[in-house]
């Protein structure tokens, strides 16, 4: 339909309202929910502020600027851009870091340093790994803003495209922390599994545990307004102590 009616918002609200008996979870997805009416959208507001119990509500929309501020301040907002390129970040270095991050974790692995040159090289490759991750960022930032803004509205004011190129460094940062998760795991996954015991594994296993944790302390930081460098800073420098004391 052309528009989301307030009557069809309410028989959702009647649905999701209704026990579940199929499964433990009930999933409410509002498709283009910039389409709702004002009316319907504001019938929706209670529900979407207090859901019930079990019940997930999926809004999707290619212009979440168009949707009411009192939708948009009571959701949590995921980006999914088409052109969150590999080409972008492999241009601007991406699989570099990875393998330059993977490789510090080796040295990292082999135990704490024993004189003065190789803490300089760790604290240093610390430092470089920051600075190359705010280059990657702002390049696939600005390579996907000038695709996106191509295609928005003419009569957006100011404000909302900086909301929008903001959203869209939120997304491509979250999944750049998210490949370093990846990154971690897959570093340590052979030397779980080329341990000949538990026991020979358990620090491996410890200090992966301890380096996934404190990633995603510093990046659930990020949404208190934390900004990219200082969470990754903190999830390196906490890196450096974690892999040299694993044993």
Do not use: C
Not at 155 to 162: G, I, K, N, R, S
Not at 167 to 196: K, M, Q, V, Y
Not at 209 to 228: D, K, S, Y
């Amino acid at each position: 339909m052309r528009l989301i009616s307030a009557e069809s918002t309410r028989d959702l609200i009647n649905k999701i309202q209704v026990t579940s008996v199929v499964a433990p979870r009930k999933v409410a997805v509002i498709h283009e929910a910039d389409r709702m009416h004002v009316t319907a959208a504001n019938v929706f507001l209670k529900t979407l502020e207090e859901p019930p119990a079990h019940t997930t509500l999926l809004l999707l929309t290619t212009r979440p600027y168009a949707l009411l501020p009192t939708i948009r301040s009571r959701t949590l907002h995921f980006r999914f851009p088409k052109a969150m390129s590999a080409e972008a970040s492999a241009q601007e270095g991406w699989p570099a870091w990875i393998a330059d991050y993977r490789a510090w974790l080796d040295r990292l692995a082999d135990g704490a340093p024993t004189d003065k040159r190789a803490v300089a090289d760790h604290i240093f490759t610390v430092y470089g790994l920051v600075a190359r991750f705010g280059a990657v960022l702002e390049f696939a930032t600005g390579e996907v803003w000038k695709q996106q803004k191509e295609k928005l509205p003419p009569d957006l004011d100011e404000d909302e495209q900086v909301a929008i190129e903001t959203g869209i460094a939120n997304g491509l940062r979250a999944r750049l922390f998210a490949e370093i998760e990846t990154a971690t795991r897959e570093f340590a996954l052979p030397r779980l599994t080329g341990a000949s015991t538990d026991e020979e594994a358990a620090p491996t296993r410890r200090a992966l545990v301890a380096a996934v944790a404190e990633l995603e302390h510093n990046v659930g930081l990020l949404r208190l307004n934390l900004n990219e460098a200082a969470a990754l800073e903190n999830f390196l420098l906490s890196s450096l102590r974690i892999w040299t004391r694993k044993g």
